[in-house]
């Protein structure tokens, strides 16, 4: 029932609110979105008693998103900047080739991971990925840290011999 009356006071009253915010704000943009505001404000509200007069409500709710507005731009007021400015400026995202570069090398390195032999891997994985010193690595699999190192050492290798195998198929 409320949605409803909610549902025509909202073709009624919608182009006063937008008008209203028009004539008071820079931006037509701003201007819909609190009218907008002020109908989603109303709708989520609980009023106590009953209202009497639901346009007058209305507008009370935009004027009081209006004050709101324009307390949060005094404390934190927006530096002006036009278009060319903004166009100006660079997207730190990389470029979609730069992307698929390095997925497809993210993919070579998975698949040079992979070809190791079990042990290898695991010592890899606890140091490049865990961040765990060689000691730690000894500890937790208990082997000698030189045995670490030999595990690393070749580990690195093989998977520079995978890349740098993949790297020349592919020129090729």
């Known amino acids: 029932m409320i949605e409803m009356r909610l549902d025509a006071l909202f073709r009624h009253c919608r182009s006063d609110i937008e008008r209203f915010f028009g004539q008071r704000l820079d931006t ?3 201007a819909e979105d609190l009218s907008q505001e002020t109908f989603l404000r109303l709708l989520c509200s ?12 209305l507008f009370r709710i935009a004027n009081n998103l209006l004050v709101d507005y324009y307390r949060s ?10 278009e060319a400015l903004l166009e100006a400026i660079e997207d730190p995202s990389p470029q979609p080739d730069i992307v698929a570069e390095n997925q497809q090398m993210l993919k070579l390195l998975q698949q040079a991971i ?6 290898g891997r695991e010592v890899f994985i606890l140091h490049k990925f865990h961040h765990m010193e060689y000691s730690q690595i000894a500890e937790k699999l208990d082997i000698s840290p030189n045995t670490v190192m030999v595990h690393m050492a070749r580990a690195l290798m093989q998977c520079r011999n995978h890349l740098q195998r993949q790297v020349m198929e592919d020129q090729a």
Do not use: E, G, H, T
């Open 46 to 57: 609980a009023p106590k008693a009953a209202i009497r007069d639901a346009r007058a409500y």
């Open 73 to 82: 731009r005094s404390r934190c007021p927006q530096v002006a900047c036009d």
């Open 28 to 30: 037509p943009a701003l």
């Open 114 to 119: 992979d070809s190791l032999p079990p042990r």
